[in-house]
Each structure stands twice: as structure tokens, then as C-alpha cells.
């Protein structure tokens, strides 16, 4: 916060002494009507200026932004969201995922009622698409132990995924839309994205996402497989049409 109040004094005083400068020079030095050219300049002047000092302010902006990204995701450590799980009115939504835990995991041993300190369903009802339970967890271990067991509901219809942040959420989506949901995951708040040459990369933002795979890699896996296609057909066994010999009347 120190470094953002600096640059703006600095940006504020740089301001008062461009003004200074172009009033003086156009409405009091100048001893006849300023020239179309020397407005031109100072007009040229003030606009790289302005331009500046914007560009400085739109990074002192994203910082502040990606400051309260990372205090957020740091709040959302022992949280996970559980889809697919069926809604009932009146229901007990920590007794449903215990029972969900138990029977779905196998492991009744795995998450206790005293365990969870928040549980509850996220957003509107809408009709018959069950709503995600959000679980908050007392410690950061058991989180862990209970995302990496998500593999075991697989075919079940029940998933589960981080409690990301919007701005996150947003990089994750445009990345399975990308480079297709094998290629992509998120661990503890982060987006990891494998590239087209299948180096990883670790991103939180789509900006950052867009530097390692832009939006037109989105093609890359229908190009993959069309290519693979091609080299099987092309590799793949011609068969030669039998010759028929006639015989010698």
C-alpha cells in the first residue's frame, strides 16, 4: 500500500508540472497566438503523459486485485464443493455428505460430524438440478485427505472440485475449454495447464493463461487427433486388387 501512495504522489506532482509547463509556454511566454505545430507538441507531450500514468495505474490496480485474489484463495483453504449430491427440502446437508463420504469413498472412518465447521448448499434452487454443497473442513490435512480420495467417485455421479475464486474459476473454465479437461486441473487454488508440446504450467489468471495457451489453441486436440488420423491412414496396409489371369484358349 506504501508504493501505491508513492507512485501516486509521484504521478501527481509530475502532473502539476506538465500543466505548469504547457500554460506557461502557450498562454504567457508565448508573445503572439500559439502555432497549430507547437500545440501539436505539447498536445503530444500531455497525451504520453497521460498514457503513462494510466498504464501505472492499471498495474498498481492488478496488483491490488491479485493481492485480495490470493488472501481470498487463502481463505478458501479448507473448502471443497461437492457436486451431483440429490437435493431434499428440509435436509441435513452435513449428514448427507457424511453419508455421501462413507458409502461413495468407503471409508466411514474418513470425515466425522465434528469434523465440519460449515455446510451448506451454494446459490438458488433451480428445479431439479441439485445445487453444490459447500464444505469447510477444521483443518487443512483432512481437506487434503478428502480431495485426494476423489478419484473413488468416479462413475457415481457425485464430483468434487476446489472452491476457487471467480477470477480463477473464469481462467480454469477458458482453460478446459482450450486444451480439453484432460489436460488441465486445479491443486490447492491453482490452475495447472499442460501446453501443446505437454510442458506444464502453473496459472491464476486467464491473463496469464492466454501467455501460454491462447484462445486459438482451443483447436489443438481436434488438430492432434485429425493429424494422428492422417499418419494412420497413411501408414495403414493398401490392399492390391487380385489379378485375374485368363487362361489360353
Known amino acids: 500500500m506504501d508504493s501505491i501512495k508513492k507512485s501516486m504522489e509521484e504521478l501527481k506532482d509530475l502532473f502539476n508540472v506538465q500543466m505548469s509547463v504547457f500554460h506557461d509556454e502557450v498562454l504567457q511566454k508565448s508573445p503572439q497566438t500559439p502555432t497549430i505545430t507547437g500545440l501539436a507538441a505539447q498536445f503530444t507531450s500531455f497525451r504520453t503523459f497521460m498514457m503513462s500514468?494510466?498504464?501505472?495505474?492499471?498495474?498498481?490496480?492488478?496488483?491490488?486485485?491479485?493481492?485480495?485474489?490470493?488472501?481470498?484463495?487463502?481463505?478458501?483453504r479448507k473448502m471443497l464443493l461437492i457436486h451431483g449430491i440429490k437435493e431434499a427440502a428440509k435436509e441435513n446437508t452435513t449428514a448427507v455428505v457424511l453419508k455421501v463420504v462413507a458409502e461413495r469413498l468407503g471409508d466411514p472412518e474418513l470425515l466425522c460430524k465434528e469434523d465440519v465447521r460449515q455446510c451448506h448448499r451454494m446459490g438458488r434452487s433451480m428445479g431439479d438440478k441439485p445445487r453444490p454443497i459447500l464444505l469447510k473442513l477444521k483443518d487443512v490435512p483432512l481437506r487434503n485427505s478428502l480431495w485426494y480420495s476423489k478419484t473413488k467417485l468416479?462413475?457415481?455421479?457425485?464430483?468434487?472440485?476446489?472452491?476457487?475464486?471467480?477470477?480463477?474459476?473464469?481462467?480454469f473454465l477458458a482453460a478446459r475449454e482450450r486444451v480439453g479437461v484432460s489436460r488441465c486441473w486445479t491443486r490447492d487454488g491453482s490452475i495447472f495447464v499442460l501446453d501443446p508440446e505437454g510442458k506444464r504450467h502453473r496459472v491464476v489468471t486467464t491473463s496469464e493463461l492466454n501467455a501460454v495457451c491462447p484462445p486459438t489453441s482451443k483447436a489443438y486436440d481436434n488438430s492432434k487427433q485429425s493429424t494422428s488420423s492422417?499418419?494412420?491412414?497413411?501408414?495403414?496396409?493398401?490392399?492390391?486388387?487380385?489379378?485375374?489371369?485368363?487362361?489360353?484358349?
Open 230 to 249: 492422417k499418419q494412420a491412414t497413411a501408414k495403414a496396409p493398401v490392399a492390391r486388387e487380385k489379378r485375374v489371369t485368363k487362361k489360353a484358349s
Open 53 to 76: 500514468a494510466l498504464g501505472s495505474l492499471q498495474q498498481q490496480v492488478d496488483m491490488l486485485a491479485r493481492a485480495a485474489d490470493e488472501q481470498e484463495t487463502r481463505t478458501r
Open 154 to 171: 468416479k462413475g457415481t455421479g457425485v464430483t468434487m472440485s476446489e472452491f476457487l475464486t471467480k477470477p480463477r474459476h473464469d481462467a
